[in-house]
């Protein structure tokens, strides 16, 4: 079975040009997460989706970061301008389960994908 | 808002020896889970081990196991006949309450593994 698979890897781009992460989460997975990880830092999440739902961007700074999730499936992350301070990791994460607890026996393992690295110059 | 304090930057261990890692966190919730994840060189995190706080039992997986101390809010992680693949970022993480299905993260240890 496939992962979470995310694109691209690495991006290396001038502040105020804009950027974009895919993901694709593992199949059947409903819930879809975001997170920012600093440099020496744990990650922190940015936005939660239940299907194509944002239930929590509370994190997300909505001035210059966007997210979607078409269909359910597969999601985007945007940055429109970029700026030096979010050169960082973006990871994404799915999980079958909302939370563990929920919807029966729900593990609350999130899955990972490998990061997309941002250098902003 | 939840925190998860890991107050180890760095631990390193010989190989096939035992280590802990620390972990203490903030919550006013009754009902939460713990997580330890691995995040080695490649970045992919992994997930370790998990503790749900209604259960008194520690978990156990394999070399891995915890010491869940509620009272104390503890969760330490315990990494028995260490190999060299245990090298890695470990992260320990919460999530509970009125957030359940959010992951807070602590800072991480970086584990050395010493042949």
């Known amino acids: 079975e496939a992962g979470v698979v995310q694109s691209p890897r690495y991006k290396i781009i001038e502040k105020k040009q804009p950027v974009a992460f895919w993901c694709n989460p593992i199949s059947g997975h409903n819930t879809l997460y975001w997170y920012l990880q600093n440099l020496g830092q744990g990650p922190e999440l940015l936005i939660r989706?239940?299907?194509?739902?944002?239930?929590?961007d509370s994190q997300l700074p909505k001035d210059r970061f966007s997210a979607e999730r078409l269909k359910g499936v597969d999601s985007t992350l945007k940055i429109q301008p970029a700026e030096l301070g979010d050169s960082a990791v973006y990871l994404c994460a799915s999980s079958l389960d909302p939370a563990p607890g929920l919807a029966g026996e729900g593990t609350g393992e999130l899955f990972f994908g490998e990061g997309s690295r941002l250098t902003v110059l | 808002a939840q925190t998860v304090t890991q107050s180890q930057p760095e631990m390193s261990v010989q190989e096939a020896e035992t280590v802990t890692l620390s972990c203490t966190y903030d919550t006013s919730e009754s009902d939460y889970y713990l997580f330890w994840y691995k995040q080695p060189p490649s970045r992919q995190m992994i997930l370790v081990i998990r503790?749900?706080?209604?259960?008194?039992q520690n978990a156990t997986e394999n070399r891995f196991s915890v010491n869940f101390q509620k009272a104390a809010k503890s969760f330490s992680l315990k990494i028995s006949d260490s190999q060299l693949g245990d090298a890695a970022m470990y992260f320990c993480?919460?999530?509970?309450?009125?957030?359940?299905?959010?992951?807070?993260f602590g800072r991480g240890t970086q584990l050395t593994v010493w042949p």
């Open positions: 503790q749900e706080a209604y259960k008194q």
């Open positions: 989706y239940e299907n194509e739902e944002a239930v929590d």
């Open positions: 993480a919460y999530s509970g309450g009125s957030t359940l299905g959010r992951l807070y």
